[in-house]
């Protein structure tokens, strides 16, 4: 729910922007608005304050649903949002894309290359590195990935927690705060 309505708030923002711009309120609005549109064949900046492509682009959750870092990351994958998509080759070789191989469960991705795969019962675990590669370094600098890092994620794909080193206490506690399970 109180996802639900940041992204209806956000939304709501961008929609009220748009139509004050379409539908200036008074003289300094419309003489703004005049000067962005004839700027806009020629400046790019100009044109994003025309069309932002804002409701295009899924929310981020600020969300107590999220476990909040404990180590710095960097990379574009960010907590409370989509996973960023990533070329990816299955173990048989095959060409396909991190988000298209996702179950619609809570499941974690984990970097191969330190100690054993990690389990948590009934959750799947996705090794990147051995039933994903990521032959082109894009899983890599998208998502800061280095071996042990664990990527917890919710069945509508946002991420939700994230681990330098895999800790089954730690994973299972951030599946019951994203699902709602804990006070």
């Known amino acids: ?26 003289a300094a609005e419309a003489e703004l608005r005049a000067a962005i549109l004839s700027l806009a064949p ?10 932002s492509g804002r409701l295009s682009t899924a929310t981020v959750y600020d969300s107590v649903l999220s476990t909040p870092d404990a180590e710095p990351w960097g990379g574009t994958a960010r907590l409370g949002a989509p996973l960023p998509d990533a070329a990816m080759r299955r173990a048989d070789g095959g060409a396909t894309f991190l988000l298209r191989e996702l179950p619609d469960q809570f499941h974690i991705l984990w970097v191969a290359g330190e100690g054993s795969a990690p389990v948590v019962e009934g959750v799947p675990v996705i090794r990147i590195g051995i039933d994903l590669k990521d032959a082109d370094g ?15 994620v919710r069945p509508d794909h946002h991420l939700c927690a994230r681990f330098r080193r895999f800790d089954a206490g730690r994973v299972s506690a951030a599946i019951d705060r994203a699902a709602g399970r804990t006070p």
């Open 1 to 26: 729910d109180a996802e639900r309505i940041q992204a209806a708030d956000e939304n709501i923002g961008h929609s009220t922007r748009a139509t004050d711009f379409i539908a200036p309120h008074n």
């Open 42 to 51: 020629r400046a790019e900046f100009a044109r994003r304050m025309i069309n």
């Open 138 to 152: 894009f899983f890599r600098t998208r998502f800061d990935a280095t071996p042990g890092a664990t990527f917890v």
